[in-house]
């Protein structure tokens, strides 16, 4: 296999599969509909995120006609220099070489983390979950398709059937070379793979994701963003999961009362704080646990906090490291806030459902790291390079 291919046969292989998903949509749905019919378990979350409907299928094709527009991140220029002694020093950007990701439930994943991962010269090996099996197995098999149609090996992209001892096996003593793990699921998932891996691992950790609403905030924008991060996608890491509430904020009753009125719509579970647990219609923290907890489910947590300080502080303890908002008029407060706060991605006046490498402008993403090496929040195509030192002489020698 060449180790690495033009960037014509790269974004070639992208159009011609979102060509096949387009031509086999209703195989690609036909295969879903076995994994979901096969699916006994009662996580929300995790059938949420095997299910693929239309809209999922228009995702896969948006992402793979993006990504195939995007500049080559490949060979890019970060750093030049003209030693004294004549040589030409250079820094480019290149390919990690193979990365293995590790996923649960979203066939999704099967065609955006690819396709990033693609693009940006990588070889592929994919491991997912036994419950989308046969979605992905079909999706592979389109990939290798779009492939060979264009001249490219199908070792580029490969499906490894493993269970978790042959994971564990794998992760530990790789039979095949491996320069970068990428695990997405829950923290089970990800604990287990940072024991056993013996290479890098990017960390696409939990969200747990808090709002904190400033004394300052404007009221409805306030219940509008939260009833948005907590209600359009609860199996998402993005999703909201904890409400923090300024002490002084101005009507603030009132504003309580309407939040757990619009969120008793959704069926949402409401816990509430000490300070909070008289209100009708929540259920009182009887474990501080919960604070640390991404719920990924139909439930939030709401508490109250003295000032801004203070909820800078509980959220820094409590917080996944993934997205934090604060709803405020006042800007100053919004950049302390913002600059305090120890989370990938920070918000004012807006929902954290946005932390997305699609919303962000990156194509895609292939996951949303809350670690700080070698790229924090939402990995696009951009970032899935590492460097390579180009030195261009005429025979120099060190003294």
Excluded at 208 to 228: K, R, T
Aim: hydrophobic residues 40%; contains cysteine; proline residues 2%.
């Amino acid at each position: 296999m060449n180790t690495q291919l033009k960037i014509v046969q790269r974004n070639a292989v992208l159009l011609s599969m979102a060509r096949h998903i387009q031509e086999n949509k209703n195989a690609v749905l036909k295969a879903n509909q076995t994994d979901l019919d096969a699916y006994d378990g009662d996580n929300i979350s995790m059938r949420d995120r095997l299910k693929v409907d239309q809209n999922k299928i228009d995702g896969m094709l948006l992402s793979l006609e993006q990504l195939a527009a995007e500049p080559d991140p490949l060979g890019i220029e970060r750093f030049a220099t003209t030693h004294e002694n004549g040589m030409y020093v250079s820094n480019k950007t290149a390919p990690f070489g193979t990365i293995l990701i590790i996923y649960e439930s979203r066939p999704d994943v099967t065609i955006e983390a690819t396709g990033i991962a693609f693009k940006s010269g990588n070889k592929i090996l994919l491991k997912g979950g036994k419950e989308s099996l046969n979605s992905n197995s079909l999706l592979v098999d389109l990939w290798h398709k779009a492939l060979q149609e264009n001249n490219c090996d199908t070792n580029w992209v490969t499906y490894l059937q493993f269970d978790r001892t042959q994971t564990q096996a794998f992760l530990q003593k790789p039979t095949q070379k491996l320069d970068l793990i990428v695990p997405r699921g829950g923290e089970r998932l990800i604990a287990f793979v940072k024991e056993h891996a013996t290479c890098p691992v990017i960390v696409s950790g939990r969200g747990n994701n808090f709002v904190y609403v400033d004394s300052e905030a404007d009221l409805q924008m306030a219940l509008d963003i939260i009833i948005n991060a907590k209600t359009t996608k609860i199996s998402a890491c993005n999703a909201l999961d904890k409400v923090l509430v300024a002490s002084d904020l101005v009507r603030k009753h009132q504003f309580l009362l309407h939040l757990i009125q619009e969120l008793q719509k959704y069926k949402i579970e409401i816990l509430a704080d000490n300070a909070l647990s008289s209100l009708k219609g929540t259920q009182p923290v009887t474990d501080e646990h919960v604070w640390h907890e991404e719920f990924l489910d139909y439930k939030i947590a709401i508490g109250q906090v003295s000032d801004m300080a203070d909820a800078i502080s509980k959220i820094n303890t409590y917080g996944g490291g993934h997205s934090a908002a604060i709803i405020t008029t006042n800007t100053e407060k919004a950049d302390i806030f913002m600059e305090a706060v120890d989370s990938a991605a920070v918000y004012h006046n807006a929902s954290t459902r946005f932390t997305d490498g699609g919303q962000f402008g990156l194509g895609g993403e292939l996951a949303i790291s809350t670690d700080k090496l070698h790229q924090r929040g939402p990995i696009g195509l951009q970032h899935l390079v590492t460097n390579k030192w180009y030195i261009k002489g005429n025979g120099q020698t060190r003294s």
